[in-house]
């Protein structure tokens, strides 16, 4: 029904930059929130960032002055900046969104299969 793939990941050293995006398709009516989150190695899926349908905005402390989530409404999209990396943001980060479909007046949450983000040291 509802697909969300990310791009952007790849392999970058310490105080690098990179720019994920992720993009939604199928029976979408409308997107309400949309975020990132990242599992490392060994580790719980954590939340990165989120922008809710208002427009607001929510980072993890690890990221914040660092990270900045944006979206793209009318292309279903959201990106994620990445600024002066870290080797512990070294993750898997998924796509998430809150998705209201076409075919059903309700909200349905959804992932996408992830990026690996690798920094190096």
């Known amino acids: 029904q509802v697909q969300l793939v990310e791009s952007g990941g790849g392999l970058v050293q310490a105080g690098g930059s990179l720019r994920l995006s992720c993009v939604g398709s199928?029976?979408?009516?409308?997107?309400?929130?949309m975020g990132w989150y990242r599992q490392a190695p060994g580790k719980e899926r954590e939340l990165v960032a989120v922008?809710?349908?208002?427009?607001?905005?929510n980072y993890a402390e690890s990221v914040k002055g660092r990270f900045t989530i944006s979206r793209d409404n009318a292309k279903n999209m959201v990106y994620l900046q990445m600024n002066s990396l870290k080797p512990e943001d070294t993750a898997v980060y998924y796509c998430n969104a809150d998705v209201v479909l076409t075919s059903r007046p309700y909200v349905f949450n959804y992932w996408g299969k992830g990026t690996l983000v690798t920094v190096s040291s």
């Open positions: 199928g029976n979408i009516f409308k997107i309400n929130a």
């Open positions: 922008s809710t349908s208002g427009a607001s905005t």
